[in-house]
């Protein structure tokens, strides 16, 4: 068996696993939740479990990492737009702007010939953050429009909750530039009527699984 298939065939059984983790968090919350218990639901036995996962908090956190990337690819793909995060552990001597924007340069970032994109940066070492916007981002997520999406996500990310973070970021990013493609966008004088909750973010990525 190549290599390829192998690591298919890993990654469909991790992601088999994890949406077992989903289906029993309907029912519990995740805390209440044993290797057995999961096991049990899934009909798997424990030591294919650890083959996989070191223990439930390895599975939860690999679980939400790929909620998050799903959305992101989604909201990408549905308006043919970059809607990147990136996470790393210090800003190597530049800026936190500095790095966002070489990141997204270097790294190939940006649909189009005008390389549309947004991107948000998180240092969790040095507790810093910044977005980096290019092409039609920049008409998008106006300077005060980018102020609101911080008011809104920021708060998770300062409480040590970078999956709530990074979900309210995906879903405001997929709302602003809805509302961009109407030739309005968000900006001092239009925002947003209502905060959006994070909670209808997760009933939805659950629902669709």
């Given at each position: 068996m190549s290599k390829m298939c192998t690591n298919e065939k890993t990654?469909?059984?991790?992601?088999?696993?994890?949406?077992?983790?989903l289906e029993l968090m309907q029912e519990c919350r995740f805390e209440n939740i044993?290797?057995?218990?999961?096991?049990?639901?899934?009909?798997?036995?424990?030591?294919?479990?650890?083959?996989?996962?070191?223990?439930?908090e390895d599975l939860l956190d690999q679980t939400e990492e790929e909620l998050v990337r799903e959305l992101l690819e989604e909201v990408s793909n549905r308006h043919d737009f970059d809607v990147v995060i990136v996470t790393t552990a210090n800003f190597g001597g530049k800026?936190?702007?500095?790095?966002?924007?070489?990141?997204?340069?270097?790294q190939g970032y940006g649909?189009?010939?005008?390389?549309?994109?947004?991107?948000?940066?998180?240092?969790?070492?040095?507790?810093?953050?910044?977005i980096s916007t290019s092409g039609y981002g920049?008409?998008?997520?106006?300077?005060?429009?980018?102020?609101?999406?911080t008011d809104n996500f920021?708060?998770?990310l300062s409480d040590g909750d970078?999956?709530?973070?990074?979900?309210?970021?995906a879903e405001l990013c997929d709302d602003f530039l809805d509302q961009a493609a109407t030739g309005a966008p968000y900006d001092v004088d239009l925002m947003p009527k209502s905060p959006f909750s994070v909670m209808w973010v997760l009933i939805a990525l659950v629902i669709g699984l």
């Open positions: 990654a469909t059984r991790q992601r088999w696993i994890e949406n077992g983790l044993t290797v057995t218990d999961l096991c049990r639901h899934l009909q798997l036995p424990r030591r294919s479990f650890y083959r996989y996962f070191r223990d439930m800026t936190s702007t500095e790095y966002a924007d070489d990141f997204f340069d270097y649909r189009g010939s005008n390389f549309d994109g947004i991107l948000l940066l998180v240092s969790e070492g040095q507790r810093e953050w910044a920049i008409y998008a997520f106006t300077d005060a429009g980018q102020s609101y999406m920021l708060f998770y970078y999956y709530l973070g990074f979900l309210e970021f």
